[in-house]
C-alpha cells in the first residue's frame, strides 16, 4: 500500500501541496470553482482587501468555507513591517488565524519583497505567537535567516508577483533547498502548469498559484491542470531522476543480441 506523502505545515498535514491564491477573480464564484478544481486546501487571503463592513456585498466566506478548507491570511499591499504586523494582528482578533503569510513589498512597480522589513516582521510575529510563512526573495542566506528568525516556511518569488514568467533562478531555489529544513514554496512568478511541475522537481514542498490561474481563459481548467502538474512534478522528485549523460546510451541490451 502507498505510503502517503502528506505536506506539513506549522504541524498540521495537508494532502495537497498546491496552494490556490483567491484575487484577481472576477468574482467569488469563479474563485471557488476554481478552489474546488484545484484540490487545494489551503486558500491565501488578502486581508486588507476583505470586506468586513459592506453587509450587501458578498462575502468569501460565503462561497469558501473556512471550516472545510484553511484560510491563509497575508499581507498583500503592504509596503512596511508597521502596516504589515498591524494587518496580521487584526486578522487574528477577527478569525483567530495564526497561520498567516507575511508579504511586505518595497517597490510598487516591481513588487519585490523588502527583505528588511520583511526580517524584522518575522522576528516580531513568531515572538508573538504566529506561525509565520514568508514571501522573500530567492536569496539562500536570507532564507537561512528568515529560518532563524522563526519562519514555519520561505515562499521565495521564482520570477515577479503576476507576471508569469517562471522560474528565473533554479540554481538559487535549489540552494535554498539544501540550506534549510523548513518547507521551501514557490511564491509569485508560476504562468503554466509545466512552472508548477518544475518547481516541484526541484524539491520544493509546495506552490502557490494565482494570477496563472484567475486570468486564464478557464480559471477551473487551469487549477486542474496546476494540480496534476504539481503532483506530477512531486513523484518525479521523489522517484529520483536518472544521471544526466553527454552521450547516448542503448535502451536494448548489447548481449544476446541476434
Given at each position: 500500500m502507498e505510503k502517503k506523502d502528506y505536506f506539513k505545515i506549522s504541524n498540521k498535514n495537508f494532502s495537497s501541496?498546491?496552494?490556490?491564491?483567491?484575487?484577481?477573480?472576477?468574482?467569488?464564484?469563479?474563485?471557488?470553482?476554481?478552489?474546488?478544481?484545484?484540490?487545494?486546501?489551503?486558500?491565501?487571503?488578502?486581508?486588507?482587501?476583505?470586506?468586513i463592513v459592506d453587509k450587501k456585498k458578498p462575502l468569501l466566506m460565503d462561497y469558501l468555507n473556512p471550516k472545510k478548507i484553511t484560510y491563509l491570511p497575508n499581507t498583500a499591499g503592504c509596503f512596511n513591517s508597521f502596516d504589515a504586523l498591524r494587518t496580521l494582528r487584526l486578522a487574528r482578533e477577527i478569525g483567530g488565524w495564526k497561520l498567516v503569510k507575511l508579504e511586505i513589498l518595497g517597490d510598487k512597480k516591481t513588487l519585490l519583497p523588502d527583505m528588511i522589513e520583511t526580517l524584522k516582521s518575522t522576528e516580531v510575529l513568531s515572538k508573538e505567537g504566529f506561525k509565520v510563512m514568508v514571501y522573500c526573495s530567492d536569496d539562500p542566506l536570507m532564507a537561512k535567516r528568515l529560518e532563524n528568525?522563526?519562519?514555519?516556511?520561505?515562499?521565495?518569488?521564482?520570477?515577479?508577483?503576476?507576471?508569469?514568467?517562471?522560474?528565473?533562478?533554479?540554481?538559487?531555489?535549489?540552494?535554498?533547498?539544501?540550506?534549510?529544513?523548513?518547507?521551501?514554496?514557490?511564491?509569485?512568478g508560476i504562468g503554466q502548469a509545466s512552472d508548477a511541475t518544475v518547481a516541484m522537481e526541484l524539491g520544493c514542498d509546495g506552490v502557490l498559484v494565482n494570477t496563472a490561474i484567475a486570468k486564464s481563459k478557464n480559471p477551473a481548467e487551469m487549477a486542474k491542470a496546476m494540480k496534476f502538474a504539481v503532483i506530477a512534478g512531486r513523484k518525479s522528485y521523489i522517484s529520483g531522476r536518472m544521471r544526466k549523460n553527454f552521450f547516448g546510451s542503448a535502451s536494448s541490451p548489447k548481449k544476446g543480441i541476434i
Open positions: 501541496r498546491l496552494i490556490v491564491g483567491t484575487g484577481k477573480y472576477k468574482n467569488f464564484s469563479e474563485c471557488a470553482k476554481a478552489v474546488k478544481a484545484s484540490g487545494a486546501e489551503i486558500v491565501t487571503v488578502a486581508v486588507r482587501r476583505v470586506n528568525a522563526g519562519a514555519v516556511a520561505v515562499m521565495p518569488l521564482a520570477a515577479p508577483i503576476g507576471s508569469g514568467l517562471g522560474i528565473l533562478n533554479t540554481v538559487n531555489i535549489k540552494l535554498i533547498k539544501q540550506k534549510i529544513k523548513i518547507p521551501l514554496l514557490i511564491d509569485a
